[in-house]
């Protein structure tokens, strides 16, 4: 299974992206997976940004991006979106999708079994 996300690059501060993530390959149905988005700042570690629920499409996000990020599934099969809004400088970041099967919903990125590549998302100020 190969996870793949786009979407990013450079934006203003106040401006939006939507990311997008993609899966192909093997017996993968996101229906089935806790999907999360995390990301990864130079010099910092791996931080938790959101997740949804398989399911349910119940969704969580950290404390800072709460209000301004949505994660979504698409209409097309295994597709992850991940809208954001009101950008800020400190969301200047390398952007991963991640999977993990179940409705076990986790914030640790050890916790995920399937990752994407990741894309950059530069917020000028």
């Known amino acids: 299974v190969q996870l793949q996300a786009s979407g990013g690059g450079v934006v203003q501060t106040g401006g939006s992206l939507r990311l997008s993530c993609a899966a192909s390959?093997?017996?993968?149905?996101?229906?089935?997976?806790?999907m999360a988005w995390f990301r990864q700042a130079p010099g910092r570690e791996r931080e938790f940004v959101g997740y949804?629920?398989?399911?349910?499409?119940?969704?969580r996000y950290t404390d800072v991006v709460q209000g301004r990020f949505t994660i979504t599934r698409g209409d097309a099969k295994n597709t992850l979106y991940l809208q954001m809004n009101n950008l800020k400088p400190e969301d200047t970041a390398v952007y991963s999708c991640?999977?993990?099967?179940?409705?076990?919903?986790?914030?640790?990125?050890?916790?995920?079994?399937?990752w994407g590549q990741g894309t950059q998302v530069t917020v000028s100020s």
């Open positions: 949804i629920i398989p399911r349910s499409d119940s969704t």
């Open positions: 390959g093997g017996p993968f149905d996101d229906y089935d997976y806790t």
């Open positions: 991640a999977a993990r099967y179940g409705a076990h919903p986790r914030r640790t990125p050890n916790d995920y079994v399937y």
